[in-house]
Each structure stands twice: as C-alpha cells, then as structure tokens.
C-alpha cells in the first residue's frame, strides 16, 4: 500500500493561488505517472493535470489549461499542482492519485481515475467570492 499524502489546501480569494503538494515517500514504482483529480459538492470527480514521473509528459483538462500547472520533484516523490487566478467554480476536494507507468501510458489512463492505483485523502481548496 503507498500512501499519499497531500498539503496545500485551503480558504482563498477569487484570483488568488494557492499550490498544492503531494508527497509518496514509500512509492516503490520506478516509472510512475500522478495526477490530480478534484471533485467539487454534488459533482461527479474531474481530472485536472497528470504527469509522468521524469516530466515529459504532461496533460491536462482543457479547461484549466493556462491557469493550473503540474510539476514533479522525482528526488522527493513528490508533485506539484500550482493553481492560479482561482474562481469559486475551482472550490472541490483535490485528490492526488499514482499509477504505474509503463509504455502506452497516455492521456486516456491520465484522465481516467480507474486507471491509478493509489489515492490520497484529499485536500480542500475552498475559493471565495
């Protein structure tokens, strides 16, 4: 079992940023891919970003392109969603989630959360108006 631990969460104004961060000190997997998945109050979960465990892929929702960036730290185990210009539609529990990464992996695993094996707790992100 990896476990997932996630931080950054919180109250923000509408267009602030907030940067969230997901840690996975025991994950074990050499080639992995993370994402990030938010899922707001009577709402069905959403993929945001994913990202492959040395960087050269990354995808995205489309519409948050341009507003909420994915990064890793391989060293660490750890990745980066860093969300700026937030409105309150961005308010929902973020979710980080791993799978293991093998050749294929592409954007329909990234954005299909039945694909990763290991989900965090889930950190609130709450923007006001």
């Known amino acids: 079992q990896v476990q997932l631990v996630e931080s950054g969460g919180g109250l923000v104004q509408a267009g602030g940023s907030l940067r969230l961060s997901c840690a996975a000190p025991g994950l074990t997997f050499s080639t992995y891919a993370m994402g990030w998945f938010r899922q707001a109050p009577g709402k069905e979960r959403e993929f945001a970003p994913a990202i492959n465990w040395n960087g050269c892929n990354t995808y995205y929702a489309d519409s948050l392109k341009g507003r909420f960036t994915i990064s890793r730290d391989i060293a660490k185990k750890t990745v980066y969603l860093q969300m700026n210009s937030l409105q309150p539609e961005d308010t929902a529990v973020y979710y980080c989630?791993?799978?293991?990464?093998?050749?294929?992996?592409?954007?329909?695993?990234?954005?299909?959360?039945?694909?990763?094996?290991?989900w965090g707790q889930g950190t609130q992100v709450t923007v006001s108006s």
């Open positions: 989630a791993v799978d293991h990464w093998t050749a294929g992996w592409g954007r329909a695993n990234a954005i299909d959360g039945r694909y990763y094996d290991y």
